[in-house]
């Protein structure tokens, strides 16, 4: 019985220690393009929770990373990866993000590509309902929350030192990040120089560097076995070979047979809305206000992170369903305040933008309540064709 017990041990052992010190260049080694490819339009954690895809996208000359939250997964014939492919574009779309992303979020996973990103082309879509008085909140952020790019922010020297600061203290303040004992010492120790427990935090250090080894590791394994990509809603004569005019045509046309309710919204989700009691969103956002929240700054960790890394980013500022907010109470002149905002901020911060918040009531440029879809996909497809051909 002990010989067995043992054996058992030492089987685990000899597998971990095989799992540990197998080297990375033979994993990467059997990735293969298809996985590379699937991995594209899967949205899975392991694309924008990991390093390994994004770094080998990033790296193909052509591709053009499109950044947002859940209205990348909103799929129609007219969607930028659909778009791309069907008329033959010189760039591929690969798309990074899921709802409940934010701005904190994809601060870290630009932070953990940095390398890469030097003039890069990306697209990044900005959801005005990330702007909320209490900013991104935790179950979200936990959700999607990546200990490998944590990890890998206060080793990353390719980082200009007071934004990685910035960042680890913003970090700090959620629970999911101060949980984490190790990483609290390791940023507690890089914020004070090195002042606050001398000791600890050098040996936290060390620690941290092999617990961000085996994430990495970690990474490259799972990325031997890619989730399936998502199925997409493609009818490529609605768009190869059509005028930008026709596109917006058939986008009507499509937005028109699924959608027949006042508030313009795509009918099975108005069902399931009518079904909740829609009454009861009547005025719910009476006393919401998207210029006021912790998310600004988080955005701006965004936008000096892309700056930081030589990026050549396109912001993307989206309306929401101006028919529905009218309903929930959130008055035409306060939302407009928010559209004022942020375009002052992309101004400001003399990026590259583009502003759809003239067509908050344009019909089926938005699919729901914020996601932009049809429509808004032709305009933004126009919008990448022109960002693309400049130098």
């Known amino acids: 019985m002990i010989k067995k017990g043992f054996l058992s041990l030492f089987t685990a052992f000899v597998l971990f220690a095989a799992f540990l010190f197998f080297p990375n260049s033979w994993i990467k080694a059997w990735i293969s393009d298809k996985n590379v490819e699937q991995a594209k339009t899967n949205m899975s954690p392991l694309v924008f929770q990991g390093m390994y ?29 659909n778009y791309a492919r069907a008329t033959d574009t010189p760039y591929s779309i690969f798309m990074v993000g899921r709802g409940g992303m934010q701005s904190i979020t ?17 697209i990044f ?6 702007f909320t008085k209490n900013g991104m909140p935790e179950l979200q ?15 990353n020297k390719d980082i200009d030192e007071e934004l990685r600061h910035r960042a680890m203290k913003r970090l700090l303040e959620f629970d999911t990040v101060n949980r984490d004992q190790l990483l609290n010492i390791i940023y507690q120790y890089q914020l004070s120089d090195g002042k606050e427990k ?25 990325s031997l076995f890619p989730r399936e990509s998502d199925k997409l809603k ?14 917006l045509q058939n986008a009507e046309e499509y937005g028109k047979k699924r959608v027949s309710n006042d508030l313009m919204i795509e009918n099975k989700f108005y069902k399931r809305l009518v079904n909740a009691n829609i009454s009861r969103f009547k005025d719910m956002r009476k006393n919401e206000d998207y210029t006021n929240s912790p ?42 305040k928010y559209y004022d905002k942020m375009k002052q901020i992309l101004t400001d911060a003399d990026v590259a933008y583009v502003d759809f918040t003239e067509h908050e009531y344009d019909p089926y440029f938005i699919m729901d309540t914020i996601h932009i879809a049809w429509k808004g996909w032709v305009y933004l497809d126009q919008e990448l064709g022109r960002y693309w051909a400049q130098p």
């Open 53 to 81: 895809f994004q770094e080998r996208m990033l790296k193909e000359s052509n591709s053009l990373p499109l950044y947002g939250s859940s209205e990348l997964n909103r799929f129609d014939p007219f969607h930028p990866y």
């Open 106 to 122: 994809h601060f870290l996973n630009f932070a953990a590509q940095e390398k890469n990103l030097k003039d890069k082309k990306i």
């Open 125 to 130: 879509i900005i959801s005005p309902q990330w």
């Open 141 to 155: 952020f936990s959700t999607n929350y990546s200990m490998l790019h944590a990890y890998d922010l206060p080793y």
């Open 198 to 222: 001398p000791v600890m935090g050098r040996l936290a250090m060390i620690a941290g560097r092999a617990q961000k080894a085996l994430l990495e590791k970690k990474d490259l394994y799972y």
């Open 234 to 247: 493609s009818n490529d004569k609605l768009i190869t070979n059509q005028t930008f005019e026709q596109q």
């Open 295 to 336: 998310e600004y700054e988080d955005f701006q960790l965004v936008i000096d992170i892309l700056k930081d890394a030589g990026a050549k980013p396109l912001f993307v500022s989206i309306p929401v369903n101006g028919y529905w907010y009218d309903y929930n109470g959130y008055p035409k002149d306060r939302r407009q």
